[in-house]
Protein backbone atom coordinates (compact mmCIF):
# COMPACT_ATOMS: atom_id res chain seq x y z
CA UNK A 1 0.00 0.00 0.00
CA UNK A 2 0.65 3.67 -0.52
CA UNK A 3 1.37 6.21 2.42
CA UNK A 4 -0.14 9.32 1.98
CA UNK A 5 2.70 11.29 2.46
CA UNK A 6 4.81 9.23 -0.82
CA UNK A 7 1.57 10.15 -3.33
CA UNK A 8 1.83 12.93 -5.73
CA UNK A 9 -1.36 14.46 -6.81
CA UNK A 10 -1.67 15.40 -10.48
CA UNK A 11 -2.44 19.59 -10.76
CA UNK A 12 -4.19 20.62 -13.69
CA UNK A 13 -1.50 23.79 -14.52
CA UNK A 14 -3.93 26.55 -15.91
CA UNK A 15 -2.76 27.56 -19.64
CA UNK A 16 -3.07 29.98 -22.16
CA UNK A 17 -2.41 30.41 -25.42
CA UNK A 18 -0.13 33.34 -26.95
CA UNK A 19 0.31 34.08 -30.81
CA UNK A 20 3.47 35.48 -31.51
CA UNK A 21 4.15 37.15 -34.86
CA UNK A 22 7.67 37.38 -35.98
CA UNK A 23 10.17 38.55 -38.78
CA UNK A 24 12.03 35.54 -39.61
CA UNK A 25 11.27 31.84 -38.58
CA UNK A 26 15.25 30.93 -37.93
CA UNK A 27 14.44 31.76 -34.32
CA UNK A 28 11.84 29.06 -33.20
CA UNK A 29 13.81 27.12 -30.97
CA UNK A 30 14.27 30.55 -28.87
CA UNK A 31 10.83 30.45 -28.00
CA UNK A 32 10.89 26.50 -26.89
CA UNK A 33 12.11 27.98 -23.45
CA UNK A 34 8.79 30.10 -22.63
CA UNK A 35 6.25 27.31 -23.38
CA UNK A 36 5.35 24.42 -25.14
CA UNK A 37 4.64 25.44 -29.13
CA UNK A 38 1.88 23.69 -30.56
CA UNK A 39 1.57 25.36 -34.09
CA UNK A 40 4.15 26.70 -36.48
CA UNK A 41 2.64 28.35 -39.88
CA UNK A 42 5.68 29.30 -42.26
CA UNK A 43 3.94 31.19 -44.51
CA UNK A 44 1.87 33.59 -42.45
CA UNK A 45 5.02 33.90 -40.17
CA UNK A 46 3.52 33.12 -36.56
CA UNK A 47 3.69 30.49 -33.67
CA UNK A 48 1.36 29.36 -31.43
CA UNK A 49 2.97 29.13 -27.95
CA UNK A 50 0.42 27.83 -24.99
CA UNK A 51 1.97 28.82 -21.36
CA UNK A 52 1.22 28.74 -17.74
CA UNK A 53 -1.34 31.27 -16.59
CA UNK A 54 0.68 32.94 -13.50
CA UNK A 55 3.57 33.65 -15.45
CA UNK A 56 1.92 35.58 -18.29
CA UNK A 57 2.35 38.70 -18.00
CA UNK A 58 5.92 38.31 -17.49
CA UNK A 59 6.74 35.99 -19.85
CA UNK A 60 4.58 38.15 -22.55
CA UNK A 61 6.79 41.19 -21.95
CA UNK A 62 10.00 38.96 -22.52
CA UNK A 63 8.87 38.09 -25.58
CA UNK A 64 7.74 40.99 -27.04
CA UNK A 65 11.36 42.36 -25.81
CA UNK A 66 13.02 39.93 -28.39
CA UNK A 67 14.12 41.70 -31.47
CA UNK A 68 12.78 39.18 -34.03
CA UNK A 69 8.95 39.26 -32.76
CA UNK A 70 6.92 42.01 -34.79
CA UNK A 71 3.91 41.35 -32.03
CA UNK A 72 2.33 38.98 -29.58
CA UNK A 73 -1.44 38.11 -29.21
CA UNK A 74 -2.84 36.53 -26.14
CA UNK A 75 -5.71 34.22 -26.46
CA UNK A 76 -8.90 35.15 -25.15
CA UNK A 77 -10.22 31.75 -24.81
CA UNK A 78 -10.57 30.89 -20.75
CA UNK A 79 -12.23 34.93 -20.31
CA UNK A 80 -15.17 33.17 -22.67
CA UNK A 81 -17.67 31.65 -20.91
CA UNK A 82 -18.20 28.21 -22.66
CA UNK A 83 -21.46 27.09 -21.18
CA UNK A 84 -24.35 27.97 -24.18
CA UNK A 85 -26.74 25.48 -22.87
CA UNK A 86 -27.85 27.35 -20.11
CA UNK A 87 -28.12 30.64 -22.42
CA UNK A 88 -30.06 28.73 -25.10
CA UNK A 89 -32.94 27.36 -22.67
CA UNK A 90 -34.40 24.32 -23.37
CA UNK A 91 -36.65 25.52 -26.69
CA UNK A 92 -33.66 25.87 -28.60
CA UNK A 93 -33.13 21.85 -28.14
CA UNK A 94 -36.30 20.68 -29.12
CA UNK A 95 -36.27 18.17 -31.71
CA UNK A 96 -38.77 18.75 -34.56
CA UNK A 97 -40.85 15.74 -35.73
CA UNK A 98 -38.84 15.28 -39.13
CA UNK A 99 -36.06 14.32 -36.77
CA UNK A 100 -38.09 12.75 -34.18
CA UNK A 101 -39.24 10.35 -37.17
CA UNK A 102 -35.12 9.54 -37.84
CA UNK A 103 -33.91 8.55 -34.29
CA UNK A 104 -36.75 6.11 -34.35
CA UNK A 105 -36.01 4.52 -37.33
CA UNK A 106 -32.82 4.57 -36.23
CA UNK A 107 -33.56 2.92 -33.40
CA UNK A 108 -35.01 0.26 -34.62
Known sequence: MLDEENETKLVMQKR???????????Q???????????YI????KY???????EDLPETVKKIQN???VKKTEVS???DIDMDFGSRMGEK???LTDEDQEKFKNKSE
Open 16 to 26: QGVIVFLYHMK
Open 66 to 68: LKF
Open 41 to 44: SKKM
Open 92 to 94: AFK
Open 47 to 53: VVIYMNQ
Open 76 to 78: HRP
Open 28 to 38: IKQLKRFGIIQ
